[in-house]
Each structure stands twice: as structure tokens, then as C-alpha cells.
């Protein structure tokens, strides 16, 4: 089964900063990545995405605050998270959207818990 390696996260002040990675498999082609968050008690949202011609998409609520990129050599994607804020306390999946058998496949991390709290 393909998945994704995440790292980074952790406990933050507010105001403060944190850095996700997300490392895809180096065999896969990748159209898309990003992250998506689940607070407690709340649905999944979408966080940020970037697509394979690094176009890039941001939820209102972390537009200005938080940068996604992506290093295609190593198949890897970026969220740094700056200003950070209580309400940015989450679980954070990343996600790919890769080439599968023809077709197009999500796959995703095991989650890192983001804490943002004084």
C-alpha cells in the first residue's frame, strides 16, 4: 500500500511557527499534493494544495499566514505554518493525488498532531 511520510508539527505559542514535509514514494507521479486538517470535534477541511505546475490554493482562513511548496526532485511538499493561531490546532493529513494503474489515486499520511497553544 502507498503512503505518504510526514514530519514535522508539534506544540506552538501563538504567533509562533511550525514546518510540515511530506515525502511521497520516488516511483509515483505525482499531480497534486497538500494537506487537509480535522480539529476536534469539527469536519476536515482543506488546508493548502499545489498542483504539478505549482499552482496553489489556500483556505481563507490560513491565506497570508501559511506557504505551500513542493520539491518535485524528491517528491516532497512543504506547509509552513507562520502566525500560527489556537484555532489553527489540528490534526494535519497530507495528501497526494498520484498516477495509479492508468488513473488517479489519493493517497495520504498518518496525520501530525499541530497544537498551537500558550
Known amino acids: 500500500q502507498v503512503q505518504l511520510v510526514e514530519s514535522g508539527g508539534g506544540l506552538a505559542q501563538p504567533g509562533g511557527s511550525l514546518r510540515l514535509s511530506c515525502t511521497a514514494p520516488?516511483?509515483?507521479?505525482?499531480?497534486?499534493m497538500g494537506w487537509y486538517r480535522q480539529a476536534s470535534g469539527k469536519q476536515r477541511e482543506l488546508v493548502a494544495r499545489?498542483?504539478?505546475?505549482?499552482?496553489?490554493n489556500y483556505a481563507d482562513s490560513v491565506k497570508a499566514r501559511f506557504t505551500i511548496s513542493r520539491d518535485n526532485a524528491n517528491k516532497t511538499a512543504y506547509l509552513q505554518m507562520n502566525s500560527l493561531k489556537p484555532e489553527d490546532t489540528a490534526v494535519y493529513y497530507c495528501?497526494?493525488?498520484?498516477?495509479?494503474?492508468?488513473?488517479?489515486?489519493?493517497?495520504w499520511g498518518q496525520g501530525t498532531l499541530v497544537t498551537v497553544s500558550s
Open positions: 499545489i498542483n504539478s505546475e505549482d499552482s496553489k
Open positions: 495528501y497526494a493525488v498520484v498516477n495509479h494503474a492508468g488513473g488517479a489515486l489519493d493517497i
Open positions: 520516488r516511483s509515483i507521479f505525482i499531480y497534486a
